[in-house]
Each structure stands twice: as structure tokens, then as C-alpha cells.
């Protein structure tokens, strides 16, 4: 951005005394109103008041119970992501040889009526939000497919009227043969032409969770095979409106059922056919803590098969409780949650079926090795948000989320934002000002929580031209960083637009930002909520830096505010400025704006805190304070101060809402 100053900071300590020192300032500072600026990676998700537990954890995108083992099932995991709205990118890309992660957005309706999407090995086909639908047609498995998710959706309406017991038509919703890892999650099952859900010959490593199945005679049948070795897992579905088979289980070698609901079902009058669970044949079943309401013949069993129920409750039943046999522990093949039969059917009813929330999430290195391969893996003009959860530990490599890439969510996955790091070393003087920025936000929408972002060039080492060494730079528009670190030292942090005219907004909260010269710069509007800025020493008594250099469109009442934050510093009194104004390339209708307000200010700001940049006087700048507290804010005839009513005016909401009315800030 600027020519660096030749005065230096005389040590820099190493990355990791770095992020030992940002944590134990955390620690040891106390923030009054911004003490929820914490260090915490793990977001507080609501609790559910039945388990006590976060509800969170209704939507892992990890398979459990048998799908889980040998090996266990991730779908397309590594593949390319993309969205299909029609039947034949749907059909091509699931019977595709490579992996995909498939999002279905809004109906597809497939022709002819009831025919087969044939899914093949490695595929995830997802929903985009609740809205994804296949309608008159079927996902079909042919032999020896193995690691499928299908997840999300709602499959329905190939019923054939007249046609109540499915004689004439195969019409399933899915159907597998001799099909292994495979987990079928959080969809809507109904009104279809045969079964709703039909796992067939020796099918093995099994997950159903959290589907509904409505409005239809036969649901959801298991075996057809004198073979003892389909191993399945049946956790919070919804059985309503059905008839029959919820589920048939026919010579399983394991099928543990638990926390289903069954309710509704259909009254025919038909006193053997219409059931809850059936263990046919060899199977070992058992079954744990479901509820059972208006169902007769719950749960019953052959002589040959065995039967375990514990924990279910049984309202409004009839008929036929069978129960025999020792069956198998489920916990000896793996760990599961167990709720409590009494809080089921509230349960069941809210998470079971497609839920808005669920989306895809993209691991690294799980999924893909780098942060840059899984961004990579977003489709071009993503309209759902598709988050990135990276794992623990320091990935030093660039990364770069283009403009055609947008709502993308960049999560750490540790348990301190400190856990994951993304850093790199380069220095303006190789690839300017931008190619030096350790990432790169060119697209809207734009979310990162979590997460450590570094330049760690060591300015004191060497001496170049070009020292400033971004760790971030973002140009897009509706950009969030919660719960961040930003760590460097000249130009730490630039937030900017596409163009002078052009404006983009920019939420930081409960995120911490240190560096000495310019290290919070650029045009975009940018408001650090709730946050600690430190303003590192250079080992210099008079001018160890300047917290920012702002370049605010002059049409842009609203540049850079720092809110109910605090600046802490370990350089001399009197040596620090609170900014400059940037006007890039001399560029005249950069006209910079800066409030900084309700903030704690340390005996490092000067008291004449603001100063002239490249011939441009600061006091044709927007520069003001308002509120502030500390050493550093004893007040001057050069401090600006912004009265009350205007106080009014430059708030959080108003420096953020645009002409769309965005409020990210409504949720902290």
C-alpha cells in the first residue's frame, strides 16, 4: 500500500509465542462489555431440552451406526460439487464413475413417469435447502454400488392410482440391491408406486435416519433373501400414515431400531397386514426407546427370528408385542445417542425430513487435502451456503475464494480459533500488495469463524522495498469474520471493494487483529464489533505506527467503525496514531472515514492521534471519536469528537444495512 517505514520492531516473536501471547491477553484482559470476545471455536448451539445435548448434532454430515463401519460411507466426498435443477444433469452426474457431491435444487420431475435415476459408487445427492425434490421417479442402485448418502430430500408422488398394494407397478421412492455403505438421511418419503424405501438382496452397512415416511400403504422393506447378513442401522424416523412395513425386516443379520415414531397409522380394519416392525425370518432385531401411537401390532416377530424391545412406549396399540430372543448389542459394533422414548415424538416430528439448514460440508484434509482444493470443489455461482470445515493444525499454502465462488462458509473445527491456522510468508516486494495476502475474499457472502489467518514474514530479517504483508484481503460485499485472529505487521488486514465507487461491507466481531503500520486499511465499509486491536511496538519513543489508513469512496458516508472494543499495545506513550488517511494512487475522491467509539484506548495513542498521509491532510479526513475511555483517549483541540445526535446516526446497523437491509449483527 505505502512505502514501509525503515523503522523496524525489534523482535517479532515466533508464530507460536505469537498465538500464546494473543491467548493469554485474552485471558487476562478484562473487557467489560466486549468479554464476549473469546477465543472459543466451538459455537454454542441450541440445547435440546429433552437430551440436554446441542441440537447441533441432529445434522452431522458424518454417517454413524453401521453405515459408519468398515470403512464407513462419505458419499462423494472429494469430489466436484455441483447443483442440478433438471433430470438429465441429475441422471449423468449420479451415474457418473467419479465422485460428486450432488445438490438437487427445487423438483425435478422425471419422465417417463416412474422410471429410474440410476445412482452409481461414491455419489452424495444432497437437497439445497428443504426445497429439493424428485418427483415421479425412483434412485436406483444396481449390484455392487457401494458408498452412497442421500440426504435431504424429498422423493414422492409416483403413486398409481388404484394401484394400493403396488402389484402392478415397482415404483419405489430408493431401491438397492446388494448395495453396501450406504446412509439415507433427513429425507421426505410419499405417496409412491410400490415400496417407499427397499433394501433387497444381502444389502449391507446400512443407515436410515431421520426420514419421514407418509402417506402410503407399503413403506419400507428389508431382506428378500435367504442370505442372514444385511446389517442395518433405523434411528428417529417418522412412520405416518402408513400401513405397513415400518420397517419389514426379512433374514437380517443385525437391525437395531431406536427413537422412531410411528404414528397415524393407517385404520383399514385389516388385522394382519397392517403393522409397525417386523423381524421375518432370521433376523435379530431390537428395538429401543421408539413410541408407538394408534398402531397395531407395534412390534412382532417369527418364531425363527429374535425380538429385544426395551424403553418404548406404546399409546392407543393394539395386537401383537413380540418380543423373544437375545438378538445382539448394538454397542458392541458401535457408541450411539439414545433419547428417551417420552421425547420422540416432538423430537422426531421438528428434525426428521428436510431441513433448511443442512447443506454440504466440505473436510479438510478429510474430503480435500487443502483449504484451496475444497474451495475449489464449490460450483461457480453457489447460491446455498456450502461451509468448509478445516480441521485442526497450521496450513501454510495461499488461499484464494474467487468472485464466482459465493456463500461460502470457512470454519476452524478446534476447540480455539488458535487450533487452525492458514499462513504464508510472502511480502509485497514478490507480487504487490495483493499477491502478498495469505487469503483472498473476492466473493460475496462470505463467512469465517474460527480460524487464525497469518502473514508471518519476518520484516525485522531482511530488508526489501516492499514489506507490507497481507494476511487478508477481502473485495467482496456481506464478508462476516467471527471469532478470528488476523496476525502480521505492516497491512495486516485490507478490506476493499472491486472499485473506488463500489461499495462492500464488512462485519468483524469478537475477533482479534494486531500489526504496527496501516494494518487495518482499504475502502470497504467495515465495522470491528466487540474485538481487541493490538498496536505492536517497533521499538521506536516517537511513531511506532498507525492502527488504520482508510481510502472511503467520498459518496460513502460510512468507512471504518470501531465499536465496544479494545486497543491494547505494548509501545511507548505517546507513539501510536489511530490513523491516516490513504488516498491511493492520490486518487482524490478517496476521502477517508474512520469513527472509533465506545473503545478503550491504551497510553500508546497519541493525543493528537490522527496524521497526514502522502500530502493529504488528515483534517480534510472523516476522522472522529466518540465515547472513548482509557490513557489513549484523553481528549485535545486535535480529536475530533462526534456529538450526540450524530452519535445516532453512525451506528453498527447503519454503517451495515446497505440498500438490502444486511444485519449480521442482529445475532451477537
Not at 447441533?56 to 454413524?64: F, I, L
Not at 462526534?642 to 440498500?659: E, F, M, Q, W
Request: proline share 5%; with cysteine.
Amino acid at each position: 500500500m505505502t512505502q514501509h517505514l525503515r523503522s523496524k520492531r525489534l523482535q517479532r516473536p515466533g508464530h507460536g509465542m505469537v498465538l500464546a501471547a494473543v491467548l493469554g491477553l485474552l485471558a487476562a484482559l478484562s473487557l467489560g462489555a466486549i468479554g464476549q470476545a473469546r477465543a472459543v471455536a466451538v459455537e454454542k448451539a441450541p440445547v435440546d431440552r429433552w437430551s440436554g445435548k446441542a441440537q447441533a448434532d441432529r445434522w452431522s454430515d458424518r454417517a454413524h451406526g453401521f453405515a459408519s463401519l468398515a470403512g464407513g460411507t462419505t458419499g462423494g466426498a472429494g469430489g466436484k460439487v455441483v447443483t442440478v435443477t433438471d433430470q438429465a444433469s441429475l441422471a449423468k452426474y449420479a451415474a457418473a464413475e467419479e465422485p460428486y457431491v450432488i445438490r438437487v435444487s427445487g423438483a425435478i420431475a422425471v419422465e417417463p413417469f416412474g422410471s429410474d435415476i440410476v445412482v452409481a459408487s461414491n455419489k452424495t445427492i444432497i437437497g439445497v435447502g428443504d426445497t429439493g425434490e424428485i418427483v415421479h421417479g425412483e434412485l436406483h442402485l444396481n449390484p455392487g454400488t457401494h458408498n452412497v448418502i442421500i440426504r435431504n430430500l424429498t422423493i414422492r408422488d409416483s403413486y398409481v392410482e388404484g394401484d394400493w398394494d403396488g402389484k402392478t407397478t415397482d415404483f419405489d421412492a430408493i431401491q438397492m440391491d446388494t448395495a453396501d455403505h450406504v446412509w439415507i438421511d433427513h429425507n421426505r418419503f410419499e405417496h409412491m408406486g410400490d415400496g417407499l424405501l427397499d433394501i433387497r438382496k444381502d444389502s449391507q452397512y446400512i443407515t436410515v435416519s431421520y426420514n419421514q415416511f407418509r402417506s402410503h400403504n407399503k413403506a419400507f422393506g428389508i431382506g428378500w433373501t435367504t442370505n442372514v447378513l444385511t446389517q442395518i442401522t433405523i434411528d428417529h424416523n417418522w412412520f405416518t400414515g402408513t400401513k405397513q412395513r415400518n420397517p419389514s425386516a426379512d433374514n437380517c443379520a443385525y437391525a437395531h431400531l431406536y427413537n422412531n415414531y410411528l404414528s397415524a397409522q393407517v385404520a383399514d380394519g385389516d388385522p394382519v397386514w397392517t403393522y409397525g416392525n417386523w423381524s421375518r425370518g432370521r433376523t435379530r432385531m431390537v428395538i429401543e426407546s421408539s413410541y408407538y401411537d394408534g398402531v397395531q401390532h407395534p412390534y412382532q416377530a417369527d418364531a425363527t427370528a429374535e425380538l429385544v424391545q426395551r424403553g418404548s412406549i406404546l399409546k392407543n396399540t393394539t395386537g401383537r408385542t413380540d418380543a423373544w430372543g437375545t438378538a445382539f448389542d448394538p454397542r458392541s459394533f458401535y457408541d450411539y445417542r439414545l433419547d428417551p422414548a417420552a421425547a420422540v415424538p416432538a423430537l422426531v416430528s421438528r428434525f426428521s425430513g428436510p431441513q433448511q439448514r443442512i447443506g454440504v460440508t466440505l473436510h479438510v484434509p478429510g474430503d480435500h487435502p487443502t483449504v484451496q482444493a475444497a474451495v475449489d470443489a464449490v460450483p461457480d455461482g453457489n447460491s446455498v451456503p456450502v461451509t468448509i470445515a478445516v480441521a485442526p493444525g497450521t496450513y501454510r499454502a495461499k488461499v484464494y475464494i474467487p468472485a464466482t465462488k459465493p456463500n461460502i462458509v470457512l470454519q476452524g473445527t478446534g476447540q480455539d480459533r488458535s487450533d487452525t491456522v492458514i499462513v504464508y510468508d510472502t511480502p509485497a516486494e514478490y507480487g504487490g500488495s495483493t499477491g502478498s495476502a495469505t487469503v483472498r475474499i473476492a466473493a460475496n457472502d462470505v463467512t469465517a469463524r474460527h480460524l487464525t489467518f497469518s502473514n508471518d514474514f519476518d520484516e525485522a530479517a531482511v530488508e526489501l522495498k516492499g514489506e507490507q504483508a497481507l494476511a487478508m484481503k477481502t473485495t467482496g460485499d456481506r464478508i462476516v469474520f467471527e471469532d478470528t485472529a488476523f496476525l502480521g505487521n505492516q497491512d495486516t488486514l485490507m478490506t476493499d471493494s472491486p472499485k473506488l465507487d463500489v461499495i462492500s461491507r464488512v462485519y468483524i466481531h469478537d475477533s482479534y487483529i494486531e500489526g504496527d503500520v496501516d494494518f487495518i486499511y482499504g475502502r470497504a465499509t467495515t465495522v470491528i464489533d466487540r474485538s481487541v486491536i493490538r498496536a505492536l511496538s517497533r521499538g521506536s519513543d516517537s511513531n511506532n505506527g498507525y492502527i488504520t489508513a482508510a481510502s472511503t469512496w467520498t459518496g460513502n458516508p460510512y468507512g471504518f467503525l470501531i465499536t465496544r472494543s479494545k486497543v491494547v499495545s505494548d509501545a511507548p506513550e505517546q507513539s501510536f496514531h489511530l490513523g491516516r488517511p490513504w488516498h491511493p494512487g492520490g486518487e482524490p475522491a478517496a476521502v477517508a472515514q474512520v469513527l472509533i467509539r465506545d473503545t478503550e484506548l491504551p497510553a500508546a495513542v497519541k493525543t493528537a492521534p490522527w496524521t497526514d498521509m502522502s500530502g493529504f491532510s488528515w483534517k480534510d479526513a472523516r476522522f472522529a471519536e466518540y465515547r472513548n475511555s482509557g490513557p489513549g483517549a484523553a481528549p485535545s483541540a486535535d480529536r475530533p469528537q462526534l456529538d450526540a445526535a450524530d452519535a445516532r446516526t453512525y451506528t453498527v446497523a447503519n454503517y451495515l444495512k446497505g440498500t438490502d437491509g444486511w444485519a449480521p449483527h442482529t445475532g451477537h
